[in-house]
């Protein structure tokens, strides 16, 4: 058990381009989530995955993001158009169903967009 | 709209003293409650997790929860520089699909 990783861990681009972030869960646990965190406040839920099945994604997020677990492994999140207020800590969790759900964070991706 | 609700500090504790933060959530039939520790800088860190009335003991942590009232807890025993940290609570209320609703934390400092 190595723990969630993801990556990059930051990540400076320029207004109006895309980034693409990756997550990789604790190898046995089938359910994924990513959240986006800016400071001071808790994390906010943006999806989650249930094996390779996107099952819920949060109203607040627009169209210009979009994620993905292909094989049900790890996952990818992008972000197009990026802009400033973007910016934040992008976590990703990962849990195993019948455990008690509990999530497991990596230690994140910090977007600055500038 | 379902909320959990935290006091956001500073909460400033002598060492070796116990430190109790606070959560309340809104949803009466959330049946998970989660605490969590979040270093500057950081990604949270699980350190409990408790379903059920009444206390949970890990070491020198302690959760307690309150169904009836609606507020769960978290006391940290023999306070130690190092406990200096955010701490968020996050709930898990019915039909959520095991999304967790989170607080904002309680930043923690403990003075030596």
């Known amino acids: ?114 | 709209q379902k909320e959990v609700e935290q006091n956001s500090g500073p909460l400033s504790v002598p060492e070796g003293a116990i430190a109790s933060l606070n959560c309340t959530y809104s949803d009466r039939g959330s049946q998970s409650f989660f605490w969590y520790r979040q270093y500057s800088g950081k990604s949270p860190e699980l350190i409990m997790f408790i379903y059920s009335n009444g206390d949970k003991e890990d070491g020198r942590f302690t959760a307690q929860l309150n169904k009836a009232s609606q507020y769960v807890s978290l006391l940290i025993r023999d306070s130690q520089p190092s406990d200096s940290a955010t701490y968020l609570c996050a709930v898990n209320p019915p039909g959520s699909n095991y999304q967790l609703i989170w607080g904002a934390g309680t930043k923690l400092i403990i003075k030596p």
């Not at chain 1, 046995?28 to 999806?47: A, I, K």
């Not at chain 1, 492994?73 to 759900?101: H, N």
């Open chain 1, 1 to 114: 058990d190595t723990g969630v990783s993801q990556n990059p861990r930051h990540k400076i681009t320029k207004r109006g381009q895309n980034v693409t972030f990756r997550c990789d869960p604790i190898s046995e646990h089938n359910r994924l989530y990513w959240y986006r965190q800016t400071l001071g406040q808790g994390p906010e839920f943006l999806t989650y995955f249930q094996n390779e099945a996107q099952l819920e994604k949060s109203r607040l997020l627009s169209d210009r993001f979009s994620a993905e677990r292909p094989k049900g492994s790890f996952s990818t999140l992008e972000i197009q158009r990026t802009e400033q207020g973007d910016s934040a800590m992008y976590l990703c969790a990962s849990s195993l169903k019948g455990s008690g759900d509990t999530q497991y964070f990596g230690p994140g991706t910090r977007l600055t967009v500038l």
